[in-house]
């Protein structure tokens, strides 16, 4: 992807969310920005020649009329010491529709145009300030929900993915560098061991092979782990997830089957996001509604990423308790022993015979245990996920990662068996460098482009 070698207009929009608030940021970019902001603002105090990075006070005014609209500090800065590497202007005025849309009005009255989304973004990244990994981050660290979806953004923002992405190319540079010169100078004497490559590019591979299998972790990170309520009617299940959530979320009777369909609510637990689901209880099904309520709750615990299995404290372990252990034995699980503000009269000795070691007692009605529960929850999840590593976090890095490691592995595999051509090794590494160029913006698209920036809010 080549950078523009000018940019022909200037954009604008407003960079706060819309509606009533304490102040709202109008950004211009692009080389009449000055222009514009020297047409509308006039600052309280007269500078000759005001310093880039300089906020003002003053009033934006309308030229037509020369009435003021509101009172701002305006600030001008200048390229390419820009986020868009383009001369920008920010208007800090007062939040609010009227004051926003007067100063928009008279904006694109002195010639700019309405950004399109992720506009600003986009010409960081056309300006090369960024490679689109970093784009795509600015994305990420703005629909963040939880401190550790932040910190992978940020992470990636600064160049973290960028630099491995990097670490890849020259490996793959380097071993099609010998190869091409063993094609354009066959006959000279010159000594190229292309074998030497091979482990370079076995080892690239197996840290692509481990981006790619970081997905599922990555997605989850952004999407939020499931946890699964399972258990036979009338252990409480529905009232747990009322309790852990903190709201009437779902009907709690004393009628045995009660729930007959998933009921989810999300929960943050440290900083994790957790989808909590409700289901109905296992047991033998009495009508058609509670059959298929069953079945949905199998066809879920397949996908869960942890099944939380509540019984009944007060109950001796049952048949229908067994018939739900059948139901999710092969899958990772914890316990909860609820309604322990009743006497117990469950054997936890039980819970030992099956070899479950996670478990605790605790009382959806009084609250007590939910803070060990919630814990509980957490260190599973956390059992599964690879602490500050590198995670794939998109389908469509995914996707690319898979396409080179393909391309690597067939010309490691021809190098190791001494029967290759090396057009179709070069033609091989051509493939995987173009395909890590569609990962940082170099071989991308404008189809691409417009799909990535176009999940932006017009303003960013």
Same mark, same amino acid.
Not at 373 to 395: D, E, G, Q
Not at 396 to 412: A, C, G, M, Q, Y
């Given at each position: 992807?080549?950078?523009?070698? %000018?940019?022909?207009?200037?954009?604008?929009?407003?960079?706060?969310?819309?509606?009533? /608030?304490?102040?709202? $940021?109008?950004?211009?970019?692009?080389?009449?920005?000055?222009?514009?902001?020297?047409?509308?603002?006039?600052?309280?105090?007269?500078?000759?020649?005001?310093?880039?990075?300089?906020?003002?006070? *003053? !009033?934006?005014?309308?030229?037509?009329?020369?009435?003021? $609209?509101?009172?701002?500090?305006?600030?001008?800065?200048?390229?390419? /010491?820009?986020?868009?590497?383009?001369?920008?202007?920010?208007?800090?005025?007062?939040?609010?529709? *009227?004051?926003?849309?007067?100063?928009?009005?008279?904006?694109? /009255?002195?010639?700019?145009?309405?950004?399109?989304?992720?506009?600003?973004?986009?010409?960081?990244?056309?300006?090369?300030? #960024?490679?689109?990994?970093?784009?795509? +981050?600015?994305?990420?660290? &703005?629909?963040?929900?939880?401190?550790?979806?932040?910190?992978?953004?940020?992470?990636?923002?600064?160049?973290?993915?960028?630099?491995?992405?990097?670490?890849?190319?020259?490996?793959?540079?380097?071993?099609?560098?010998?190869?091409?010169?063993?094609?354009?100078?066959?006959?000279?004497?010159?000594?190229?061991?292309?074998?030497?490559?091979?482990?370079?590019?076995?080892?690239?591979?197996?840290?692509?092979?481990?981006?790619?299998?970081? !997905?599922?972790?990555?997605?989850?990170?952004?999407?939020?782990?499931?946890?699964?309520?399972?258990?036979?009617?009338?252990?409480?299940?529905?009232?747990?997830?009322?309790?852990?959530?903190?709201?009437?979320?779902? $009907?709690?009777?004393?009628?045995?089957?009660?729930?007959?369909? @998933?009921?989810?609510?999300? @929960?943050? &637990?440290? *900083?994790?996001?957790?989808?909590?689901?409700?289901?109905?209880?296992?047991?033998?099904?009495?009508?058609?509604?509670?059959?298929?309520?069953?079945?949905?709750?199998?066809?879920?615990?397949?996908?869960?990423?942890?099944?939380?299995?509540?019984?009944?404290?007060?109950?001796?372990?049952?048949?229908? =308790?067994?018939?739900? !252990?059948?139901?999710?034995?092969? !899958?990772?699980?914890?316990? #909860?022993?609820?309604? +322990?503000? @009743?006497?117990?009269?469950?054997?936890?000795?039980?819970?030992?015979?099956?070899?479950?070691? +996670?478990?605790?007692?605790?009382?959806?009605?009084?609250?007590?245990?939910?803070?060990?529960?919630?814990?509980?929850?957490?260190?599973? @999840?956390?059992?599964?996920?690879?602490?500050? +590593?590198?995670?794939?976090?998109?389908?469509?890095?995914?996707? &690319?990662? %898979?396409?080179?490691?393909?391309? &690597?592995?067939?010309?490691?595999? =021809?190098? %190791?068996?001494?029967?290759?051509?090396?057009?179709?090794?070069?033609?091989?590494?051509?493939?995987?460098?173009?395909?890590?160029?569609?990962?940082?913006?170099?071989?991308?698209?404008?189809?691409?482009?417009?799909?990535?920036?176009?999940?932006?809010?017009?303003?960013?």
């Amino acid at each position: 992807m080549e950078t523009p070698a %000018e940019t022909v207009d200037t954009i604008c929009a407003i960079s706060t969310p819309p509606g009533e /608030g304490g102040i709202s $940021i109008i950004r211009i970019s692009g080389p009449d920005s000055r222009h514009i902001l020297e047409k509308i603002f006039r600052p309280r105090k007269k500078t000759e020649k005001p310093e880039s990075g300089t906020l003002r006070l *003053g !009033y934006v005014f309308d030229p037509a009329s020369e009435a003021d $609209i509101d009172e701002v500090l305006a600030v001008f800065m200048k390229a390419p /010491g820009t986020y868009t590497r383009e001369d920008i202007v920010e208007i800090h005025a007062h939040g609010g529709f *009227g004051a926003q849309s007067s100063i928009m009005r008279v904006i694109l /009255g002195q010639g700019a145009r309405l950004a399109d989304p992720g506009e600003f973004t986009k010409r960081v990244f056309l300006n090369g300030r #960024i490679d689109l990994i970093q784009a795509e +981050s600015v994305l990420d660290v &703005i629909k963040s929900e939880t401190d550790e979806e932040l910190k992978y953004a940020v992470d990636y923002l600064k160049g973290r993915l960028s630099k491995k992405v990097r670490a890849f190319r020259d490996i793959l540079k380097n071993a099609l560098a010998a190869i091409e010169a063993s094609i354009d100078f066959p006959d000279e004497d010159i000594d190229i061991d292309l074998s030497e490559h091979t482990v370079p590019l076995s080892r690239a591979k197996k840290d692509i092979d481990d981006l790619v299998s970081s !997905y599922y972790e990555g997605k989850r990170l952004k999407s939020g782990f499931e946890v699964l309520i399972a258990g036979r009617t009338n252990v409480g299940k529905s009232s747990l997830l009322n309790a852990l959530v903190l709201k009437e979320r779902a $009907i709690v009777t004393d009628l045995p089957g009660t729930t007959r369909d @998933l009921i989810e609510e999300t @929960l943050y &637990i440290k *900083g994790m996001k957790v989808h909590l689901i409700d289901t109905a209880g296992i047991r033998t099904p009495e009508n058609v509604v509670e059959e298929e309520g069953i079945r949905r709750v199998k066809e879920r615990a397949a996908e869960a990423d942890l099944i939380v299995w509540v019984l009944d404290g007060s109950q001796p372990y049952s048949f229908e =308790d067994q018939q739900v !252990y059948e139901v999710i034995k092969q !899958y990772k699980k914890i316990v #909860i022993i609820n309604k +322990s503000d @009743l006497t117990r009269k469950i054997d936890v000795n039980i819970l030992i015979s099956l070899d479950i070691k +996670s478990y605790v007692e605790a009382s959806a009605k009084t609250g007590f245990g939910l803070d060990e529960a919630k814990t509980l929850i957490f260190s599973n @999840l956390l059992k599964t996920r690879r602490r500050n +590593s590198l995670l794939i976090t998109t389908i469509r890095h995914r996707d &690319i990662l %898979e396409k080179v490691s393909r391309n &690597i592995d067939t010309v490691v595999k =021809d190098l %190791e068996n001494d029967g290759y051509h090396a057009e179709l090794l070069a033609f091989e590494l051509h493939e995987a460098l173009h395909h890590l160029g569609e990962i940082t913006g170099e071989t991308c698209s404008e189809d691409i482009l417009e799909m990535i920036f176009s999940q932006f809010c017009i303003g960013k």
